[in-house]
């Protein structure tokens, strides 16, 4: 019986020096009516800011950019500040990407929804 061992970096980057992809989804909704939604193949080991560089959507959403640079040393989201996530939970962009996460992109509210909701009870 032969038994085969690979380390973890060659198991990490397959057998033709290549990075082994996965998916992972994309959605951002600028408004009511423009959302955008996004399959990618990644390469393992991507962080959040890679699949957002790599879907092109920091060319797209300059303000989605500035606000990467802006924030890109931050290890800890900020909770009022914080524009993107991955199944509704905040993340840094140095965050390691897993296979079929979903890459959220938050908008800032113009108001609280609370609020929102009273004043059009209210009326």
């Not at 524009?83 to 905040?90: M, N, S, W």
Request: proline share 6%.
């Amino acid at each position: 019986m032969v038994e085969l061992t690979v380390d973890s970096h060659e198991a990490a980057i397959g057998s033709d020096q290549q990075p082994m992809l996965m998916t992972v989804y994309l959605a951002y909704a600028e408004d009511a009516k423009r959302q955008h939604y996004l399959t990618l193949p990644v390469s393992q080991g991507s962080s959040l800011y890679d699949a957002l560089k790599q879907a092109g959507w920091l060319v797209k959403f300059p303000e989605l950019a500035r606000w990467c640079q802006e924030v890109m040393n931050n290890a800890i989201p900020t909770a009022k500040q914080w524009h993107v996530g991955v199944y509704a939970k905040k993340q840094p962009l140095s965050y390691i990407l897993q296979p079929l996460d979903r890459i959220e992109v938050y908008r800032s509210l113009s108001a609280d929804p609370m609020s929102q909701r009273k004043s059009k009870s209210r009326g």
